[in-house]
């Protein structure tokens, strides 16, 4: 079975062959605006996408992929104003965050890792074009896409233009001539970030910044564009809006992936709910547990929501440890993974990650029973190999078992007493309990004294 994807554009599954099978794909994911620690949802895509990267140069041999780095934002800005630092300050030491972050998850690190910044030559050229084609307008220092332009606006998110216009923040600003233009320049103040440009000091939009990278590095036509399923309107279909009318209507991207978001405890991880899983936090609570947050961000369909639970990655862990002590049990065996067909199989059915993490289960327990020198070599070629399609199972299996020292275990523990005592006081009795029981599974007492939650081992 060749490759087939769901492709936003059509709403269909379709086969997957690059525009020039000799180059190899080209893939763009749209990165972070790097201003603070990102939550654990915008790891999805990363990861999610590094197993289909892998696959594309397995299949293809080469890959052009282009992660880009947002790093000139209104919320940047604000960052830097509320710490009293440079604005270089706030970005250099966030994009530093997210790489090391990704590391952390087995993201393998781009060759194409373009920033926003580094391309305001091409951005400025870019909305030169649009200009001159009639697509966009400059209006009081500022530039904008004139929407009207564009019939084929709304055929990626297929909304109606009354719903895109009560879907984007409308603006009333005056110089708009449509309330659905949308920026793709503006002024800057002397405290601000800001370039020269035909139109004044200022700096670009957001959507702009996307579409000036993806040509610069992959071209006018790119294989395939990822990213959540919430920058799908409008950050999406202004990109394809101003990629197009720049390329003389020429497609943008072939496919369009989209990945769910992570729910918690079914309702959306948000700021104000207070349940804001960082990536950062979790690989202090978790220490040398990463790779379960891998797999965790595995485990449903990447289209699907994921509800992400303590439980989630507990039971990740978990699995770890029996996938780990499998690979142990074999260690007087050499053996090079090879991936299994099956596993190319479920990869290529639209990246059905659960499936393969279920055929890894199935392989480890045909490794557990096989007997022989060579249908135990078999097994664990076939147990690693299955590993590394996902990402998974490539340490040395005695770094994953004896990774946890005592020290990383109580840090652990005292996670999961704060996690309690956060339960309790917001009347989550029922996850409070579920702590204290996972506790005394593991041989954890707790005691409750005037100077707070004690604990001690059985
Ligand atoms: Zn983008």
Redesign the pocket.
């Known amino acids: 079975m060749a490759l087939r994807l769901h492709n936003t554009l059509t709403r269909r599954v379709e086969p997957f062959a690059p525009l020039d099978p000799v180059a190899g794909p080209t893939m763009y994911l749209?990165g972070p605006t790097v201003y603070n620690y990102v939550h654990i949802g915008n790891a999805r895509g990363p990861v999610v996408f590094d197993v289909l990267a892998a696959l594309l140069r397995r299949r293809y041999g080469a890959l052009r992929y282009a992660r880009?780095i947002t790093d000139v934002d209104d919320k940047i800005n604000a960052a830097a104003r509320e710490a009293g630092v440079p604005i270089s300050d706030i970005t250099e030491r966030f994009t530093a965050v997210y790489l090391e972050e990704m590391a952390a998850l087995g993201v393998e690190p781009q060759s194409l890792q373009p920033k926003a910044t580094e391309h305001i030559p091409q951005i400025i050229a870019m909305i030169e074009r649009l200009i001159e084609r009639g697509n966009a307008y400059a209006a009081e220092g500022h530039v904008l896409f004139s929407v009207g332009s564009y019939p084929d606006y709304g055929k990626l998110s297929r909304q109606s233009p009354e719903d895109m216009l009560a879907g984007a923040r409308v603006d009333v600003a005056p110089y708009k001539q449509d309330p659905g233009d949308f920026v793709l320049w503006k002024p800057s103040t002397d405290d601000l970030p800001g370039w020269e440009s035909p139109w004044g000091r200022g700096r670009p939009g957001w959507h702009i910044e996307?579409s000036a990278m993806a040509e610069a590095h992959l071209g006018d036509t790119i294989d395939i564009h990822a990213?959540g399923v919430d920058?799908q309107f409008p950050?999406?279909e202004n990109?394809v809006a101003q990629s197009e009318c720049a390329h003389g209507g020429k497609p943008f991207a072939r496919f369009w992936l989209h990945n769910g978001m992570l729910v918690f405890g079914g309702s959306k991880m948000s700021k104000s709910l207070g349940n804001v899983e960082r990536i950062h936090t979790l690989l202090e609570r978790y220490p040398g547990r990463s790779e379960a947050l891998r797999y965790a961000l595995l485990s449903a369909h990447y289209r699907q929501p994921l509800d992400w639970t303590p439980a989630l990655v507990d039971q990740s862990i978990r699995t770890l440890d029996r996938l780990y002590g499998t690979l142990r049990d074999l260690s007087d065996v050499e053996a090079t993974p090879v991936i299994p067909q099956s596993i190319e199989d479920m990869l290529d059915d639209d990246l059905n990650t659960p499936q393969a993490l279920a055929e890894i289960a199935r392989l480890a327990g045909e490794a557990r029973k096989a007997e022989g020198a060579d249908a135990r070599r078999e097994a664990k070629s076939a147990l690693l190999g299955a590993g590394l399609a996902l990402g998974l199972l490539q340490r040395a299996p005695s770094e994953w078992i004896e990774g946890v020292t005592s020290n990383d275990d109580d840090a652990r523990i005292q996670g999961l007493i704060d996690e309690r005592i956060a339960a309790k006081a917001a009347k989550d009795f029922a996850r409070a309990d579920a702590i204290r029981r996972q506790l005394a599974d593991d041989g954890i007492l707790l005691e409750d004294t005037p100077q707070g939650v004690r604990w001690k081992r059985a």
């Open positions: 749209c880009n996307c990213g920058l950050h999406h990109e």
